[in-house]
């Protein structure tokens, strides 16, 4: 991939990699949450400048921050600061990934800039940040609700000691889906590397689900409530061996659409004698499993869609109004009423969303 295809976000001042105590209260939801191997707990959350350095904060106390909640196993947590997010820029829908060879943190958010918003990807790695911007489709674009997944695939490379062998080695896969607006309203997906221990820049890429799927075209929005189109979903395959699932609208269909994502385990060979083709175990391979109707009238009023999608290939939607759980399965009518399950102190929309996932995936 050319070095111009993406741009470095720039390097935070020294000021902004502060680490403090932790000091106020703070949430952050389960999509922005997770737990390493060692019990290590880490956490995305949003909160101002003032909270991650207290006094020394002045007048930029309250400056919107992304902050990473880092909690050792019964240790205590200590703050610091995003890489990427101390600017003037508005920055929400994080979320968070942990790849444990390397234990590197992956943060994934959106990033307002003027008329722009685009989705850029954090890495701490051995105590260092960098951040960077996914390359997003030229033109003013509005990227929103990106959701991250993080897997592992067994694969070949060329050995060191003689490019005519084979080495096996394994590599982690970040894979990134969002919704971006724009000349076209479509989802976008995004793949990243870590191999040999670092992450590879060289192969960092976007693209269109719908291209991926080869059914592009024009995408017409009208008569359509944004909750119903707004929220591609991804999950780790079933199969393993570093796939993952996504679930996305695709407007120039209108249909919702289910398809899996893998790459070659070694580069695929080529034409003649041309040998292997380049760079050919990066590229993204999509596999149409599923395809129905969007989530319609009845998903109107959700706020924030979530999905679950089963191993055949089908879409379960959810979303959370008031103290109410509702769902709304892919292969409802257009017209159909969302099932619905009270909360409760005794049963939280967690316990909620494990209830429907254990239903969808019977699927």
């Known amino acids: 991939m050319s070095p111009h295809a993406f741009r470095l976000v720039r390097l935070i001042p020294a000021l902004a990699l502060a680490v403090g105590l932790y000091a106020l209260p703070q949430t952050a939801s389960a999509a922005s949450a997770v737990l390493a191997k060692d019990g290590t707990l880490y956490e995305v959350f949003s909160t101002t400048y003032g909270v991650v350095v207290g ?86 674009t509005l990227a929103m609700n990106p959701k991250m997944v993080l897997t592992r695939q067994r694969y ?25 607006e724009g000349a076209l309203s479509q989802a976008k997906y995004a793949v990243l590397f870590v191999e040999d221990g670092a992450l590879n820049r060289n192969f960092i890429a976007s693209y269109n689900l719908n291209d991926l799927a080869g059914t592009s075209g024009w995408t017409p929005t009208a008569g359509l409530s944004p909750s119903t189109y707004r929220f591609p979903a991804v999950q780790r395959d079933f199969v393993g061996d570093g796939g993952v699932l996504v679930s996305f609208a695709n407007l120039a269909t209108s249909r919702q659409m289910v398809g899996s994502i ?30 129905g109707s969007l989530p319609g009238d009845g998903a109107r009023q959700a706020a924030s869609l979530g999905t679950i999608i089963s191993p055949s290939g089908t879409s379960t939607f959810w979303w959370i109004e008031g103290p109410t759980m509702k769902v709304l399965p892919g292969a409802a009518a257009k017209d159909a009423t969302p099932l619905s399950m009270s909360l409760r102190p005794d049963f939280s929309a967690d316990k909620a969303v494990a209830v429907i996932r254990e239903m969808a995936e019977k699927e």
Do not use: C
């Open 55 to 140: 006094g020394a904060a002045g007048p930029y106390a309250n400056l919107p921050v992304l902050a990473l909640r880092t909690t050792p196993s019964g240790g205590t947590p200590t703050l610091q600061i995003v890489e990427g997010s101390l600017d003037g820029d508005v920055e929400g829908s994080e979320s968070i990934e942990f790849e444990e060879e390397t234990r590197t943190v992956f943060l994934v958010f959106t990033k307002q800039q003027s008329l722009y918003r685009g989705v850029t990807v954090a890495l701490l790695q051995y105590g260092i940040w960098s951040a960077q911007q996914l390359f997003p489709t030229p033109g003013y």
């Open 156 to 180: 070949l490379d060329t050995a060191a000691f003689d490019p005519a062998a084979w080495t096996e080695k394994w590599r982690s896969i970040v894979s990134v889906v969002w919704w971006e």
């Open 262 to 291: 893998w790459f070659a385990t070694a580069p695929i060979a080529g034409p003649g004698i041309g040998g292997p083709i380049a760079n050919s175990r990066h590229r993204p391979i999509f596999r149409t499993m599923g395809d």
